[in-house]
């Protein structure tokens, strides 16, 4: 019973970290997946999280949808790159030895605060407004690439989709929390199918994973909503807690 509640516990996190700042998501289900839950291969963390996240992913995208914050044309651009990029990726990472993939996935965490708190750069889109020729190439060149370092480390990606959106596509940020959702979503799912394949997914874990995320993603889209102006503070608390998931898990690869 304790396991079970722990992994809706955790899968609320996950799914509130999603809809808030559309980033963190394995970022948060592995390290919690590996030291709470207590899944013991590394691999099958990765493969849990990706399928959780991504469907936790689609959840929040409709909520943004619902709200208006997602820019489908560039979104769709993007992920369409980006899953070719998810699937290269995890075939590469399910190779690499599960201590060495947890401890590049520390130093990914720890990249992942520092540019939490960079300042980004604030832009602003219509709905019907037009995309350059050169900015589909540069969303499909970024997408490529997101979508690359997502499926080899089973993240969401949304840490570089949000700032790769709000850049390139000159969104706002809540516009490009709600888009990156379906890059997110699309990206686990990829990762997901392929570690699926070769039988590295707890089902009945990711299903409770998946419950829970629900109920933190529906909190998370409405402070979103109210909290937007103030995302540079929720920023850095945010970056200050998987900054120290991050050393927490170098420790434990590494020292422990």
Sequence with gaps: ????????????????????????????AVPLLLYVVGVRDPHIAIGTSALAVSINAYANLLLHARAGHVRWRAGIIFTAMGIVGAFAGSEIGKWVDGRQLVGLFAILVLLV???????????????????????????????????????????GGGFLIVPGLMLAARMTII???????????????????????????????????????????????ILARHLSTKRGVLNAVFAGLIFAIGVYMLIRTYVV
């Design 1 to 28: 019973m304790l396991p079970n509640l722990l992994a809706m516990i955790c899968g609320g996190l996950v799914g509130f970290s999603l809809a808030l700042t559309g980033g963190g998501g394995s970022t948060l």
């Design 175 to 221: 516009d490009a929390i709600g888009t990156s959702l379906f890059g997110v979503g699309s990206f686990g799912l990829t990762t997901a199918l392929n570690y699926a394949r070769s039988g590295l997914i707890n089902w009945p874990i990711a299903g409770e994973f998946i419950l829970g995320g629900i109920v933190g993603g529906w909190i998370g889209a």
């Design 113 to 155: 605060a520092v540019l939490m708190v960079r300042p980004r750069r604030r832009l602003s889109t219509t709905e019907g407004s037009g995309l350059p020729r050169w900015l589909g190439l540069r969303l499909s060149g970024t997408g490529l690439g997101a979508g690359a370092i997502s499926g080899f480390f089973g993240v």
